[in-house]
């Protein structure tokens, strides 16, 4: 838990615990292509 920040575990869900876990995962991650704003707005129907 204190590689994750975690001091007080018992204030958190075990959603909010697996949230914090695939985010940290997500952060080691190289994306080849992020998406711009225009991506955003065709993805939205704009």
């Known amino acids: ?4 920040g975690i001091t007080h575990p018992e204030e958190y869900s075990i ?4 949230d914090i876990l695939t985010e940290q995962a997500n952060d080691r ?3 080849i292509q992020l998406a ?3 991506d955003i ?3 939205l129907g704009r």
């Open 1 to 4: 838990m204190a590689q994750l």
């Open 15 to 18: 959603g909010m615990i697996f």
């Open 29 to 31: 991650e190289k994306y």
């Open 36 to 38: 711009d704003q225009d």
């Open 41 to 43: 707005d065709a993805f």
